[in-house]
């Protein structure tokens, strides 16, 4: 499994053998990953109401074609986290990519986050926001799929994918 990030400092680097492993991988809840979403959320005003984000490093991988993933927490998760949303993201991929592409994975990931305040009940409910959102093409406008092109190129070397596969690789 890996333990080092080439991309950051050296108080970083975290020891994999205290992480969990369940199903043959290992959940990392990554403070770094937080720190780094909270600084995309004020560049983009990205609002998520009163929404607890939990951010999640899944080594080695979450699949061989899956970079990330924004998952909306069951009432058990919820229960015994107090997150309402978790972002996973393949922990190998993540140890390789520069800091401008965390960011913009990032940014893509919490476009997905949509709580919508309910005004006959008076309370928050958590939604996800499908791709098709406006949001994601302006991503695309703003800064272009480099970034998208880099995940890809950099999950088909990791894990000596074809041409096809490659092209599969999604978040």
Known sequence: MSNANIFTDEDTVIDMS????????????D???AKLADEVKD????EVGPAQVGYLLVYPNLSKTRAGKTIKASREVKH??????????????WDMLDRDTRKMMLLH???HIDPTFKAKNQEWKMNLRKPDF???YEINDKFGNEWYKTIQATMSSLYDLDPKKES???L
């Open 80 to 93: 015994y986290s107090g997150n309402d949303y978790l972002v996973e993201i393949s922990g190998e991929l």
């Open 31 to 33: 403070p770094h990953m």
């Open 18 to 29: 205290k992480t969990p492993e369940i199903r043959g991988k290992q959940f990392l809840e």
């Open 43 to 46: 560049e983009h005003s990205i």
């Open 109 to 111: 990931m919490l476009l």
């Open 168 to 170: 599969k690789v999604k």
């Open 134 to 136: 406006s949001d994601f």
